[in-house]
């Protein structure tokens, strides 16, 4: 099984600030079948990003991700006061196993 | 606009079963795969099954293999998931998710709390 590992595990920002968030597999991620997902409380999680480096329908473009192989990231180039959430990362090119890492909190410094 | 809402969630004793439902609404719900995701504050998320767009293709997780059994009804729009031998690790909140590029999940529906306690 994939292990992903995310970090930091908290990031304490302010609006206006560069968030950047790291995910990290234990083997390759074939086709770097890497997505990135925002959940915010009380919500379901939200697909940011696909095929790491897509962006899904409606995302705004200071959502950024890259990466390949074993190290992904995701970037907020400007936050908003909306983008203060928890992240995911998850891997899907490993079928039928789908792992989920356990998330990087970004809140409000 | 792409709707999936979940139900069946609720309280059940260790060794018990429930039947969760997801209807899907705003696309041609046949035309995709179809996932379920669960969520607890110990564990964070996991995958739970997977079934392919006219349901003869299922896959688990090894956590679920065996007592969880996904299925889907193209003509009712709907998804499923029975749930059988629940055990208390089963308590979370459960998704019902659609099968985006090649594996992840595009859209979410909004849960459905799964309680396994005596």
């Known amino acids: 099984e994939i292990v992903l590992t995310q970090s930091p595990g908290t990031l304490s920002l302010s609006p206006g600030e560069r968030a950047t968030l790291s995910c990290r597999a234990t083997?390759?991620?074939?086709?770097?079948?890497l997505a990135w997902y925002q959940q915010k409380p009380g919500q379901a999680p939200r697909l940011l990003i696909y095929g790491a480096s897509s962006r899904a329908t409606g995302i705004p473009d200071r959502f950024s991700g890259s990466g390949s192989g074993t190290d992904f990231t995701l970037t907020i180039s400007r936050l908003e006061p909306e983008d203060f959430a928890v992240y995911y990362c998850q891997q899907y090119g490993s079928s039928p196993e789908v792992t989920f890492g356990p998330g990087t909190k970004v809140d409000v410094k | 606009e792409v709707e999936l809402v979940e139900s069946g969630g609720g309280l059940v004793q260790p060794g018990g079963s429930l039947r969760l439902s997801c209807a899907a609404s705003?696309?041609?719900?046949?035309?995709?795969?179809m996932y379920w995701v669960r969520q607890t504050p110990g564990k964070g998320l996991e995958w739970v099954s997977r079934i392919n767009r006219d349901g003869s293709t299922t896959t688990y997780a090894d956590s679920v293999t065996g007592r969880f059994t996904v299925s889907r009804d193209n003509a009712e729009n709907t998804l499923f998931l029975q749930m059988n031998s629940l055990r208390a690790e089963d308590t979370a909140v459960y998704y019902c998710?659609?099968?985006?590029?090649?594996?992840?999940?595009?859209?979410w529906g909004q849960g459905t709390l799964v309680t396994v306690s005596s």
């Open positions: 705003g696309f041609t719900f046949s035309n995709y795969w």
């Open positions: 083997q390759s991620i074939s086709r770097n079948y």
């Open positions: 998710t659609r099968g985006g590029d090649s594996g992840s999940s595009d859209y």
